[in-house]
């Protein structure tokens, strides 16, 4: 689900993220790729680790509250930091350790603001998206993080 609004970009996907990454797939337009104001571009990659013998991570979440939430986060990032172009992809369902689980990418006329609305992006998603997750344990145990 793809949701356009300025320069901004979401997409909540319930499969392997690396299928829906710019690179790899066209089904992402990249507005700013031809943009002559672009002088910085950031990736975040947000990644499953092997935390406290976690075996997966499984994330839920209303599609279209998290795709409401999330246009007020990146609009407030393209204001506060003049971004020329700002995309999020978060995947739900279940996401193993060494997968991705979230895609940040934003662009802006200097590599400063680049940076710093890309930390702005990810630290206000974990804080207002409503999305949940529960970490899963090679011993078949669980636990909802955050609730």
């Known amino acids: 689900m793809i949701d356009k609004i300025f320069n901004t970009k979401i997409?909540?996907?319930?499969?392997?993220?690396?299928?829906?990454?710019?690179l790899?797939?066209?089904?992402?337009?990249?507005?700013?790729?031809?943009?002559?104001?672009?002088?910085?571009?950031?990736?975040f990659e947000g990644i499953v680790r092997r935390d406290n013998n976690i075996d997966y991570l499984e994330y839920e979440g209303d599609t279209e509250?998290?795709?409401l939430q999330g246009k007020k986060i990146l609009e407030e990032a393209i204001q506060q930091f003049n971004l020329e172009c700002v995309i999020l992809i978060?995947?739900?369902?279940?996401?193993?350790?060494?997968?991705?689980?979230?895609?940040?990418?934003?662009?802006a006329r200097h590599r400063k603001e680049?940076?710093?609305?890309?930390?702005?992006?990810?630290?206000?998603?974990?804080?207002?998206?409503?999305?949940?997750?529960?970490e899963?344990?090679?011993d078949g145990g669980s636990n909802w993080v955050g609730l």
């Open 24 to 43: 790899k797939n066209k089904n992402i337009d990249l507005q700013d790729q031809d943009n002559e104001n672009v002088g910085g571009a950031v990736i």
């Open 65 to 67: 509250m998290i795709l």
């Open 114 to 134: 680049a940076f710093a609305a890309t930390e702005f992006v990810i630290d206000s998603l974990k804080k207002q998206l409503p999305i949940w997750k529960k």
């Open 11 to 22: 997409l909540i996907v319930r499969e392997e993220i690396n299928n829906f990454l710019p």
């Open 90 to 107: 978060h995947r739900l369902g279940i996401v193993k350790v060494g997968e991705m689980a979230v895609w940040i990418r934003s662009t």
């Open 136 to 138: 899963c344990f090679v």
